[in-house]
């Protein structure tokens, strides 16, 4: 693998994400004005698609491969890929080199694309090195661990870091954080019953908090998380935890880089 491009190239290419691109876009745009807050150059390619996770996990190599390939075109010209989401830069970033293992003509490119792309709390904390944001909000806020995130990518503290510099802002730890928020991508509709079990005991333990916003850092937990909270009549807000600029909800969590 080639080494990683200098920190001060920071030309950045913003992966949207099928759920950010298709249900909460302000994501996407707080994403952008955040990285260009830490110095970078962003650029959001046309020619995205879906990461191919979807297919992936259902079993299906060929059509995964295939849309892969797209991405990989898309975004090789650029000094890192960064996506809201741990799921899906899991899926670049660890997912992409196997894949494409017996395939000579993409395996090079396959694993130069993956050690540069990066979640975006993470891109921002491990990669450019913030260590503070320079915001303010009076309230309390607890913190779901998404599955991929956490397993795939060891982002675990980088978002409570950032977080506690926060002025004003409560954070109440969640307990059994790291536990699976029932979405699972494809895994809610193929198990419904099951999903929606999963997803009532961790709104249980949201409510325990008595935080009065949910954070995390993928869109598809927060979503699901976010369902159940409104069918139970909780009064909860739900916001992404990166861009943190009301995904859910109109009124802004305002966050700039230190």
Known sequence: MSALPNKKARRVALFVTCLVDLFRPSVGFAAVKLLQDAGCTVEVPEAQTCCGQ???????????????????????PYDYLVA?????AGMIRKHYPGLFADDPAWSGRAAALAEKSFELVSFLTDVLGVAAVKAAHT???????????????GIEQQPRRLLKTVAGLSLKELPEADVCCGFGGTFCVKYPDISNAIV???????AETGAETLLAGDLGCLLNMAGKLKREGRATKSRHVGPCSGC???APLRIGIH
Do not use: W
């Not at 979807?54 to 090789?76: H, L, Q, T």
């Not at 809201?84 to 899906?88: A, D, F, I, R, T």
């Open 248 to 250: 859910m909800e109109r």
């Open 54 to 76: 979807p297919a992936y996990n259902s079993g299906d190599r060929g059509d995964a491969k295939a849309v892969a390939k797209g991405v990989i075109a898309a975004f090789e």
């Open 139 to 153: 309230g309390s806020v607890t913190y779901h661990d998404s599955c991929s995130g956490l397993r795939e990518l």
């Open 84 to 88: 809201p989401s741990g799921s899906c």
């Open 200 to 206: 009532e005991k961790k709104t249980q333990k949201i």
